[in-house]
């Protein structure tokens, strides 16, 4: 019930779509597209098998399209981390529980560590960085900041996109359900308090 | 006339210090833009990527790196260990590998062929027969795992407990668990010529340069360390690691930079552990109440060197007339333990706390009245009394508290309260600051310190924007550079006293120089002038602007050097007491129990931030449920492996596994007067304790072990019907 309200992991944006779609040269195996539901001549075994050589893909992130060219196995957090230097995905857990290195894809909460770099070719991506510059700072930012749901700051920026997410997608929600939806991330230091009031207050300004 | 004297303004004169100040890096470091250590990818950067032993004790017997180096991507290949070395524990490190992306250091990885001949283990901390038992061997003699590691006394214990009214025997524990800091240990070095310039994980900015000069052969005048932001410690980052050695070295060999960051197993593996306490445990009181008697006899392991909890700090805050106790620290095949979050004291809290509370049950009274009876046999009564009034209002004790497994309702979910206290020394630490007043009016502030997540730079800057009278943007704080002014590590609660204290002084002095130019300028008596609001005043009278009075300074500016802080100046002290009382509902059932509510009241002298100082105290409250309820460091004896040592299965609270937090500052005149002390420690401490409390309280059985794992939950329920 949490996974439906919150919509934070799953197949709520396509794979498929990128396999179908993307007009590039990479086309994944049915090996990689085996587990994900989807329509029936979606899950027709694709006709190339992808080369494990290095492929140059167009990754649209933070509203700039970007060339990269990496390997198929290199997994979004990586590409983002060590590409394009953003940083504020955070590699924390290594298998995909935490939620430090959440960023929204096509608007949706994700862990980046769970998506291949090709997968998300032709989706937006958008990270931490994207929510601060010199001319605007982002609502959830300010109350992360108002409630200090900041320490060592490590898990900070992936709590941040799991709330801007979250908020999106549930303007006005009330405090319970904030506190149901933000299960996916681990902080250390203890921000839980901050972070439960700061998303509350972003709801309420997002309604 | 105002007095010059170096110190803090009266109680509620000042206009920054002890507000609610945010973080002056608040927004850089939740969006994502502060670069933490794993984060520095300078151009040209290596990931370097371990290899370590799955064995907790084996020799390594074959060790083949020459197939890896050939692997594509690879750019060095480094032997740590070598054929025939020992192996201690696992998570011991074999090879280190830098490539050009991770994904190739990885394949390198699974190049390296080695052997190993596993030897005969002991891992578990918690058994003290097995341990007396088990057959381990060091350098293939005979190793003695068990040790004497302290034993004092007063009194004659066994007449005092002859004499008793009530006398209760109990066995309590609290296992081993990780520091499990978010940005694992590692570093970023980079060599430039004779240079080595490293991006270090570190709580010791400016202690650590020194440290590379003997493995890594350069000289520490050229070793330069930076820590911008760090993404925890708790105590665990003050040294430089072999790993951050073996970077170094791999930057050596390939001319190029290279990062070295723990993968998130190895982390909890060889990161930092908090070593776990067992205590068998006879405390007496008289009919009234009064404890009388004391006698433990208590083991636990802190790893490799066999020690365990500091016997000074048992029995824990209460003190009984008639003491002994006895301590044995048991050597076990795990990495070495290192200082977490208010070392050894939660651990003593533990099972003394818990054990007067099963005590004041046995005697048949209000475990808060007990305590309030006992504090006579603490060093703070004057603290925890006012502060066990505010906590058992805000929890509602009068109307929660019932005698054990006595609560209304013939559910399965029962209710409970429970009550613990602690103390801490929290001494500043010995840092030293450079302050500049530019001619335009802005404030530089320069130090060696870090910010462990505390908020050091904020509060910096909060001294000195309230000491000069300016805006926080006046002031420009740096800090995490061993090429600043020496800074003492933060360990122990002892940053914020550490640099405020500087900072405050050489602040004054600054002003002080700078209002006597303007005295000197607009001839007005000089021990007249005041600055606040960005001007200076001569009463209320403005005299000028804080930008024309810095303009007085002249172009090179006014550049103060300030030294560490002593007590004596009254900006810092030492020694806090803080209670905490916890409510809890378990479900006796299933064994799960929830937080409903948490109240710390907490004594830190004189708050600088109250915004920051309230996170710490959440903080403090957020560790403690963990190691309470699910946090352990699971050892299997057979296998000789930490078998929980990922996220998935080291069990962390989340953002709904914590109640409803309640902090309270106790801030009355005479504790503010002693300056700033220590905070982060303290509220982790009394924790485990007041829920151990609460849980007995309602379901009327000790859970003596923490955590309280639905499985310890229900065995002791079981126990209890027999």
Redesign the interface.
């Known amino acids: 019930m949490e996974r439906d309200e919150v919509n934070r992991v799953g197949a709520g944006f396509s794979r498929r779509e990128f396999l179908k779609g993307s007009g590039a040269a990479v086309v994944a195996g049915a090996a990689a597209t085996s587990a994900v539901e989807g329509p029936l001549e979606a899950q027709q075994p694709a006709t190339k098998i992808i080369s494990a050589e290095p492929h140059t893909i167009k990754l649209n992130v933070n509203g700039k399209d970007q060339n990269l060219t990496v390997?198929p196995?290199?997994l979004l957090i990586?590409a983002l981390?060590?590409d394009l230097?953003?940083?504020?995905?955070?590699?924390?857990?290594?298998?995909s529980?935490?939620g430090?290195c959440t960023v929204l894809i096509d608007g949706k909460p994700v862990y980046a560590c769970t998506r291949f770099a090709i997968e998300v070719v032709g989706q937006k991506v958008v990270?931490?960085?994207?929510?601060?510059s010199l001319e605007k700072?982002?609502d959830?930012?300010t109350a992360?900041?108002?409630y200090?749901?900041?320490?060592?700051?490590?898990?900070?920026?992936g709590f941040?996109m799991a709330v801007r997410g979250f908020c999106n997608q549930n303007p006005g929600a009330t405090e319970d359900a904030c506190?149901?939806a933000?299960?996916g991330?681990?902080?250390?230091?203890?921000?839980?308090?901050?972070?439960?009031k700061a998303a509350y207050d972003t709801a309420q300004i997002a309604q | 006339m105002v007095e010059r004297k170096i110190g803090w303004e009266p109680q509620g004169s000042h206009t920054l210090v002890g507000g609610e100040i945010?973080?002056v890096?608040?927004?850089?470091?939740?969006?994502?833009?502060?670069?933490?250590t794993?984060?520095i990818?300078t151009p040209g950067t290596l990931?370097a990527k371990l290899l370590t032993s799955p064995h907790a004790h084996a020799k390594l017997v074959l060790l083949n790196i020459e197939k890896a180096k050939g692997v594509k991507g690879v750019k060095s290949v480094l032997a740590i260990a070598k054929v025939g070395d020992e192996i201690q524990y696992e998570g011991w490190p074999i090879v280190a590998i830098a490539a050009e992306?991770?994904?190739f250091a990885e394949d390198g990885l699974r190049a390296v062929e080695f052997k190993f001949e596993p030897l005969p283990h002991f891992v578990d901390g918690s058994d003290f027969k097995g341990a007396v038992e088990a057959d381990v061997t060091v350098g293939g003699k005979p190793l003695k795992l068990t040790k004497s590691v302290g034993k004092s006394g007063q009194g004659d214990v066994e007449v005092a407990l002859k004499e008793a009214k009530h006398v209760h025997r109990g066995t309590y524990g609290i296992h081993m668990i990780t520091h499990?800091?978010?940005?694992p240990h590692g570093s970023h070095a980079a060599w430039d010529g004779e240079n080595l310039n490293v991006a270090l994980s570190t709580e010791n900015v400016s202690g650590t340069s020194g440290q590379y000069v003997q493995p890594v052969g350069v000289d520490a005048m050229n070793v330069n360390i930076r820590c911008d932001?760090?993404?925890?410690g708790?105590g665990s980052k003050s040294t430089v690691d072999e790993w951050d050695v073996a970077c170094a070295k791999l930057a050596k060999a390939t001319g190029k930079p290279v990062r070295l960051m723990l993968?998130?197993?190895t982390e909890m593996q060889i990161g930092g552990n908090r070593p776990s306490a067992f205590a068998e445990v006879t405390v007496a009181c008289d009919a009234e109440g009064n404890v009388t008697a004391w006698d433990s006899r208590h083991w636990g392991s802190n790893g490799l060197q066999g020690s365990i909890v500091d016997h000074d700090v048992t029995p824990y805050v209460f003190l009984p007339k008639t003491r002994q106790s006895v301590s044995t620290g048991i050597a076990t095949n795990c990495s070495p333990e290192r200082p977490w979050r208010a070392p050894h004291h939660p651990q003593a809290c533990a099972y003394t706390q818990t054990a007067l509370d099963d005590l004041a049950a046995k005697a048949g009274i209000d475990s808060l009245q007990f305590f309030q009876k006992n504090l006579n046999l603490t060093s703070l009564p004057h603290i925890y009394g006012p502060e066990l009034e505010i906590a058992a209002k805000l929890i509602d004790w009068k109307g929660k508290w019932h005698p054990r497994g006595k609560g209304s309702g013939n559910g399965p979910v029962k209710r409970g309260v429970g009550v613990a206290l602690h103390t801490w020394d929290g001494a500043a630490n010995q840092s030293n600051v450079t302050l500049k007043v530019h001619s335009d009016g802005s404030v530089e502030v320069v130090t060696g310190s870090q910010d462990?997540?505390?908020g050091t730079r904020t509060c910096i800057a909060q001294v000195a924007a309230d000491t000069f009278g300016v805006s926080m943007s006046t002031i420009k704080v740096s800090l995490g550079s061993n090429q600043f002014p020496k800074a003492g590590p933060s360990e122990g609660s002892s940053t914020i006293g550490g640099v405020t204290g500087p900072v405050r002084r050489t602040a004054q002095q600054a002003l002080w120089k700078i209002l006597d130019l303007v005295a000197a300028k607009y001839t007005v008596e000089r021990t007249t002038l005041t600055a606040r609001d960005g001007k200076v005043w001569l009463g209320e009278k403005e005299v000028c602007t804080w930008k024309q009075a810095a303009t007085l300074v002249g172009p090179m500016g006014l550049e103060l050097y300030g030294g560490p802080v002593t007590e004596d100046e009254g900006l810092t002290n030492h020694q806090v007491g803080g209670v905490q009382m916890a409510e809890v509902a378990v479900d006796t059932e299933t064994g799960v129990i929830r937080i409903v509510k948490m109240v710390a009241v907490q004594d830190a002298g004189m708050i600088v931030n109250r915004?920051?100082a309230?996170?710490q105290v959440?903080?403090?409250?957020?560790?403690g449920i963990a190691y309470s309820l699910s946090e352990e460091r699971i050892m299997d004896n057979k296998t000789g492996r930490f078998i929980n040592a990922?996220?998935?299965d080291y069990k962390?609270?989340?953002?709904?596994d914590?109640g409803d937090?309640v902090v309270e500052f106790y801030e009355p005149e005479s504790e503010y007067k002693r300056g700033v002390i220590g905070l982060s420690e303290p509220p982790v401490i009394s924790t485990g304790a007041a829920i151990s409390n609460a849980v007995a309280n309602a379901v009327g059985v000790r859970v003596p072990v923490l955590p309280l794992t639905p499985k310890r939950v229900l065995d002791a329920l079981k126990g209890a019907k027999g």
């Open positions: 390997e196995r290199v990586d981390r060590n230097n953003l940083t504020g995905c955070k590699d924390v857990c290594d298998r529980t935490c430090a990270t931490a960085e994207s929510l601060h700072t982002d959830v930012v992360f900041c108002k200090d749901a900041i320490q060592c700051g490590f898990c900070t920026p941040v506190r149901r933000l299960g991330n681990i902080c250390r230091c203890g921000i839980y308090d901050g972070v439960l | 945010q973080r890096d608040g927004k850089v470091k939740a969006s994502g833009q502060a670069k933490y794993n984060d990818n990931f992306r991770p994904e499990m800091s978010m940005e932001f760090l993404g925890s708790f993968s998130r197993t462990v997540g505390t915004l920051l309230r996170s959440y903080s403090g409250l957020i560790m990922n996220l998935n962390l609270p989340r953002i709904g914590i937090l």
